[in-house]
Nanobody, 126 residues
């Protein structure tokens, strides 16, 4: 059973860089045709797809976030990471990592995903 666990700082000041980690257990992030996405949900709003990294390391980003977002992986730790630079209060959200066995850009329907983490709350505030 694949499990995803997000972790991060919880509270970040505006203009700082936010770094989150998704630790994967029960499967390898390099498994063929596995795609690891980051999705967030601001308070009172719907899910927002941020980007994805593939089993081979290719990345795809939401056009609205690509100038501030960087997704990477550490295969030795079986982790996927998300960085957002120059955070603003509007980046306050619950951040989720999720996995698909096919590449679907922009997917926010939980039912499409094979695995979904429990999420980690991030608050941007001074």
């Amino acid at each position: 059973q694949v499990q995803l666990q997000e972790s991060g700082p919880g509270l970040v000041k505006p203009s700082q860089t936010l770094s989150l980690t998704c630790t994967v257990s029960g499967g390898s992030i390099t498994t063929n045709y596995a795609y690891w996405s980051w999705i967030r949900q601001p308070p009172g709003k719907g899910l927002e797809w941020m980007g994805v990294i593939s089993y081979s390391g290719s990345t795809y980003y939401s056009p609205s976030l690509k100038h501030r977002t960087y997704i990477a992986r550490d295969t030795s730790k079986n982790q996927v990471t998300l960085q957002i630079v120059s955070v603003i209060p509007e980046d306050t959200a619950v951040y989720y990592c999720a996995a698909l066995k096919t590449l679907i850009l922009g997917a926010t329907d939980r039912n499409l995903y094979d695995y979904w983490g429990q999420g980690t709350q991030v608050t941007v505030s001074s």
